[in-house]
């Protein structure tokens, strides 16, 4: 059975900071894998999406990369702001499945 | 984004009573999906439908119906609600070729 796990729970940064939240996965038979941003109160926003086939996507200040043979992913946000303050969470969905399975998130927040 | 819209977006109800959640989407996505999220828990999955009549149970399906009668539109249903279903409830739906999952802003359902 697949399991998710982002470590750490939360982080605590100074704004201008370059920093690194971590997902990692126990099954690497994985199609792709997708990260999220929810806002308090809010729904998931879907940053990046990273096939199995690709090492790293980016969008603007961010960039995921993806090691399916070590069960892992990181998402870079560089000099990070105090709007980037949110919950991120990774998901991975496994070959053949229709279902994602989700990490329980990384609460970040970017102090002014 | 999907087009996601949620309703009601706020509800309270009592314990015993019958309540029923829309999402409705806008993109013609084949698959659409329920989660609850809760502290702790995480997004778990309830049920998800991949088309018109065709749905399927998630990991804590039990007191939860669907319905799926138009691609548009996904209803879940309590059948009796209890105290342990007080929770946030989000609305997925996926976006074929790239699997890219998209959420609608979430339906905050008390039992009281």
């Known amino acids: 059975k697949q399991e998710v796990t982002q470590i750490p729970a939360a982080l605590s940064v100074p704004e201008g900071e370059n920093l690194v939240l971590n997902c990692s996965f126990t099954d690497s038979a994985i199609y792709n894998l997708q990260w999220f941003r929810q806002d308090p109160g809010k729904g998931l926003t879907s940053l990046l999406l990273?096939?199995?086939?690709?090492r790293e996507q980016t969008s603007g200040r961010l960039n995921a990369s993806l090691d399916k043979s070590s069960g892992r992913s990181t998402l870079y946000i560089a000099a990070s702001q105090p709007g980037d303050s949110a919950t991120y969470l990774c998901?991975?969905?496994?070959?053949?499945?229709?279902?994602?399975?989700f990490g329980k998130g990384t609460k970040l927040t970017v102090n002014p | 984004d999907a087009g996601i819209t949620q309703s009601p977006r706020h509800k309270v109800t009592e314990t015993g009573t019958p309540v029923t959640l829309r999402c409705h989407q806008t993109?013609?996505?084949?698959?659409m999906y329920w989660y609850r999220q809760d502290p702790g828990h995480g997004l778990r999955l309830i049920h998800y439908?991949?088309?018109?009549?065709?749905?399927d149970k998630g990991e804590v399906s039990d007191g939860y119906s669907v319905s799926r009668s138009k691609t548009e539109d996904f209803l879940l249903t309590l059948e009796s609600a209890t105290s342990s279903q007080t929770s946030v409830y989000f609305c997925a739906t996926w976006r074929g070729g790239s699997y890219e999952q998209y959420f609608g802003p979430g339906t905050r359902l008390t039992v009281t």
């Open positions: 439908s991949y088309g018109v009549k065709d749905t």
């Open positions: 990273i096939q199995s086939s690709q």
């Open positions: 998901a991975v969905l496994q070959g053949g499945s229709e279902k994602l399975v």
């Open positions: 993109e013609n996505h084949r698959y």
